[in-house]
Structure formats: structure tokens, C-alpha cells
């Protein structure tokens, strides 16, 4: 079964060529970031426009490196939210197009159900699982009973993980996204200032990012005004130890109280090297639980998760209509019971 899959909710513009939900054989990624760097974030509309120069180059080039044809395909995946409206419209009506055109059955994909699938390409996901959600707009801890049900237990009450990375980077002068440049920053530094570690005690599985995110910015700008100098490898290492303390706290309370097969790590935050560290000490305790962590290369959007997310909703019998619209704040369901 060959899947063409489309990813453009953000500032991504990826197409991809998917052999059974688990082999990719092309995973064509036209990034913006250069684009937007110089706006501190991503800009919705210059996005949108990039998007539309990309999509049909992406799609020939996808095609081209699977050495596949439009009539080797059993389906047409894409992410229908959530993400910036002007941005997911591109994808969904490129894959619409193809779709008709081809009279291909058309799979609509939830952005973040892709991020999870990321993790498919190193191993089948085994159910039930629990999946760690870190990325730029959102930080959640997702409980899956089947390869179709995502279900969340707890999430953050303001700021996304990778926000906050790319807020504080910001302050450090580091150009747009800075998770990455603060992860390599965190490792020449200590933990030297304890900023808080919102709701560790708190008998949930949500988190809370905002009050990091102002004493780090207190801190900084206090130093400013009396004149010191601040180690910025420290603030990034005690940044990051905030972080990865309060994401590991709760996914610890989670696998206590949900019974799981694996573990899954993803989203772009998952591409943290002191959060993928911590987690492999941290599921020693739990020897019946395998961590199962996306590939570094596939933290980030891209097509080929939402092939691999695509396959598992198809074998579902999920699948649009023409009339398929973008939902820009589509989100999974609550746990039973759960919901806030
Ligand atoms: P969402 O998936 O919630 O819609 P998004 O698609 O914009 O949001 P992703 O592309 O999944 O977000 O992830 C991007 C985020 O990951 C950015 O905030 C970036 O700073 C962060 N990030 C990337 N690498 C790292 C890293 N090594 N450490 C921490 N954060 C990182
Ligand atoms: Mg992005
Ligand atoms: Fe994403």
C-alpha cells in the first residue's frame, strides 16, 4: 500500500511517499525558517504563500525520489489540523486535487496523531501506549488503547514546551526556533539558578511553562539592569533541567497509574537530547515498558509521519470527502472522565 501524504500546518511544507505505514521512500521537506527567522516566529501569512510555491515541487520530488507514479497509489493522507488555517489549506487542497484526479480515497490526518506515528519508522507501536506530545503548540500526555484512539490525560494550562524554548531563546539572542541551540547550550552549563518546576506535586498529568518562562526572563533582564554578567550556558542548563524535570515528574505519575506496552517520545521537543536522556534512565524503573522515541530527523513536521499515521486510519476505514475542510484547532479527545 503506497501512500502520497501532505504536511503543511506550519511552517513545513513536506510531501511524502509511504510503503505500508512503515517504510518511507520519500520524504521531500521545504522548510521556511529562513523566511521567518527575521520575524522572531512564524509570520501566517508568509507562510501560506510559501507554501503554495513549494507544494507542487515537493509533490514531483516525493514522487520522483520513491520512483513511484500516480497510478502506484492506494491513497492520498494529510494533516487537516491543527495548525494555521492559510498554511493547512494549501496541503488539504493539493491532496484534494490529487485525490480526485486520481480517484483515490482521501485520508484525513490529525497533526499531532502524525507526530506520534513518527515513532513507527523505529518500531510497530505495541497498545496500549503512552505518548509524551512535546512540540511548539503543544505539550500532552496522550494515552492510546488502540492504533486509532488517542485519548489525553493531561496537558499544559498555558505555554507549549517548545515555546517556551524558543521564548527564552529569544531573550538569550539566539535566532527563531532556538530549542535546538539551547539543548546544545544546556550541555556546557549546570544547573545553577533552580527556577521552578510548576505542578510537580500536583496529583495530574498537566503542565505549566509560563512561570518558567518569566523567572528565566526576570532573571536575565534583572542582570541587565544591575550590570552583571550571567553564565548563558547555566540559564540554559538550569532552563532545560526545569523542563525536562516537570515532562519526566508527570510521565513518571502516568506509567504508575496506566498499564502500557511503550512509551512514545515526539513532537519537536522530542528531538531534546537532556529529555531523551532522562527518560532512558527514568524507564529503567519500569522494565515492562518500552520507550519508543521518534527519530531525531522525524521530531520536526514533515509527511512522512502523517504516511505512517494515514496507513493506521485507513486500515480504520477513516476517510474524507471532497469537501474535507481544514480545522486549525482540531484536538484529541479527553480520557473518559478526565477532561478538565
Ligand atoms: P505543533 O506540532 O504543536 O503544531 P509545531 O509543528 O510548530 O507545533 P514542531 O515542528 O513539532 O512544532 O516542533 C518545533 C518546536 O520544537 C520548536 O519550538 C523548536 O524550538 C523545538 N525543538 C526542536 N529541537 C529541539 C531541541 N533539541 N530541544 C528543545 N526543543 C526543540
Ligand atoms: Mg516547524
Ligand atoms: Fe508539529
Redesign the pocket.
Known amino acids: 500500500t503506497l501512500i502520497l501524504a501532505f504536511e503543511s500546518?506550519?511552517d513545513e511544507t513536506s510531501v511524502a511517499v509511504i510503503e505500508n505505514g512503515s517504510k518511507i521512500l520519500s520524504n521531500v521537506v521545504a522548510t521556511q525558517i529562513n523566511s521567518h527567522k527575521r520575524f522572531g516566529g512564524v509570520v501566517p501569512e508568509v507562510a501560506s504563500r510559501h507554501h503554495i510555491e513549494q507544494i507542487t515541487g515537493c509533490i514531483d520530488d516525493a514522487l520522483r525520489i520513491a520512483k513511484a507514479q500516480y497510478s502506484d497509489l492506494s491513497a492520498v493522507a494529510v494533516t487537516y489540523g491543527?495548525?494555521l488555517v492559510g498554511a493547512l489549506l494549501v496541503g488539504v487542497a493539493a491532496a484534494k486535487a490529487v485525490a480526485f484526479a486520481h480517484n483515490l480515497p482521501l485520508i484525513p490526518v490529525n497533526?499531532?496523531a502524525g507526530?506520534i506515528y513518527a515513532a513507527r519508522f523505529v518500531a510497530p507501536i505495541e497498545f496500549p501506549a503512552l505518548a509524551l506530545l512535546v512540540?511548539?503548540?503543544?505539550t500532552e500526555i496522550v494515552y492510546l488503547p488502540t492504533e486509532n484512539e488517542f485519548q489525553i490525560i493531561g496537558e499544559t494550562r498555558d505555554d507549549?514546551a517548545?515555546?517556551a524554548?524558543?521564548k527564552v531563546g529569544r531573550v538569550l539572542g539566539m535566532t527563531y526556533?532556538?530549542?535546538?541551540q539551547?539543548?546544545d547550550l544546556a550541555h556546557t552549563g549546570q544547573d545553577t539558578f533552580n527556577f521552578p518546576r510548576a505542578m510537580e506535586k500536583e496529583n495530574n498529568f498537566d503542565f505549566s511553562f509560563s512561570g518558567l518562562k518569566s523567572a528565566f526572563i526576570n532573571t536575565v533582564h534583572h542582570a541587565d539592569q544591575i550590570k552583571e554578567t550571567l553564565s548563558k550556558a547555566d540559564l540554559a542548563a538550569s532552563f532545560q533541567q526545569s523542563v525536562v524535570d516537570v515532562l519526566a515528574n508527570k510521565t513518571i505519575r502516568a506509567l504508575k497509574q496506566f498499564k502500557v506496552k511503550q512509551l512514545i517520545l515526539a513532537?519537536?521537543?522530542a528531538?531534546?537530547?537532556g529529555l531523551r536522556e532522562r527518560l532512558d534512565i527514568e524507564l529503567k524503573a519500569f522494565p515492562e515498558v518500552k520507550l519508543l522515541k521518534a527519530p531525531l530527523n522525524l521530531?520536526?513536521?514533515n509527511a512522512a509521519m502523517i504516511g505512517a499515521a494515514g496507513y493506521v486510519a485507513l486500515k480504520n476505514g477513516i476517510h474524507a470527502d471532497l469537501d474535507l475542510n481544514a480545522d486549525p484547532s482540531l484536538e484529541f479527545e479527553w480520557y473518559p472522565g478526565m477532561e478538565k
Do not use: L, R
Request: aromatic share 4%; proline share 6%.
Open positions: 500546518s506550519c491543527p495548525g497533526h499531532m507526530h512540540s511548539g503548540g503543544h507549549a517548545g515555546e524554548y524558543d526556533p532556538s530549542g535546538k539551547i539543548d513532537g519537536g521537543v528531538a531534546n537530547n521530531c520536526g513536521d
